[in-house]
């Protein structure tokens, strides 16, 4: 299982500090841009990620909760390996190819966020344009809410692909995981988590980035 921690619930105020303490630990960053429409809250900008670029050279998955994804493909600092992952529920289903295809050729791995609520047959004629699917496991917004069991989804967009015939992007979960849920996401076939709370609760990331590795194999 890859883990990508969320920096939203890390302590803000130390995040260089942060980031050199768990960057040997993680597969990449889970980060978490909010516009204050799509979702009520406000995270990072485009400045933000070209700072954290200078830092680390682990992957982003940079989740876009904002209306308008289609703006934010040229305004991204990025590495190639980088993700652009924006809600299939912010553009119009007509519009949807379009930002997918512009992202890519910009040079990301691309792909598409389902809310809890959403089915997956909303992103099965993009399934062979997408390099990862995002199946929310909260409605997006905030990090510290409980988990919602959404991982019946995965079975479905693996059988979803084999009736297409198209291949599976990477699967990715994202919202209230932690050590007792990892397991049974891993087992559903999700390759790939975000997690903040599970990761920056307490006082050692370090140690709770290793538990939820132990706990995934379980
Ligand atoms: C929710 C964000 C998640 C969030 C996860 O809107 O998309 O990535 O940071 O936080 P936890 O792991 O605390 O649920
Ligand atoms: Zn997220």
Redesign the pocket.
């Known amino acids: 299982m890859k883990i990508f921690p ?1 920096l ?2 890390a302590n803000l105020l130390q995040l260089g500090a942060v980031v050199q303490t768990i960057d040997d630990h993680v597969d990449g960053y ?1 980060l ?1 841009i ?1 516009d204050d429409h799509f ?1 009520p ?1 406000l995270t990072w900008g485009p400045a933000f990620i070209a700072a954290l670029r200078r830092i680390t050279k682990k992957p982003f998955q940079i ?1 876009l ?1 904002v209306d308008n994804p289609a703006a934010w493909i040229s305004r991204l600092a990025f590495n190639s390996g980088d993700s652009f992952i924006f809600h299939v529920e912010a553009v119009a289903d007509s519009g949807i190819h379009t930002v997918l295809r512009d992202a890519r050729s910009a040079g990301w791995r691309v792909g598409l966020a389902l809310n809890p609520g959403t089915q997956v047959e909303r992103v099965g004629q993009h399934l062979a344009s997408m390099d990862e699917v995002l199946l ?1 496991s ?8 409980s ?1 919602i069991d959404t991982s019946a989804k995965a079975t479905q967009l693996t059988a979803l692909s084999g009736k297409l015939n198209v291949k599976m992007p990477v699967m990715c979960m ?5 050590e007792s849920n990892i397991g049974s996401i891993a087992n559903a076939g999700v390759e790939l988590v ?6 920056f609760g307490g006082n050692n990331e370090v140690e709770n980035i290793k538990k939820l590795r132990i706990a995934a194999t379980r």
């Open positions: 969320s939203i619930s889970h978490d909010m979702v809250n989740h909760m929310m909260v409605n997006p917004g905030f990090s510290g809410q988990f994202d919202g209230g995981i932690n975000g997690a903040a709370s599970a990761v």
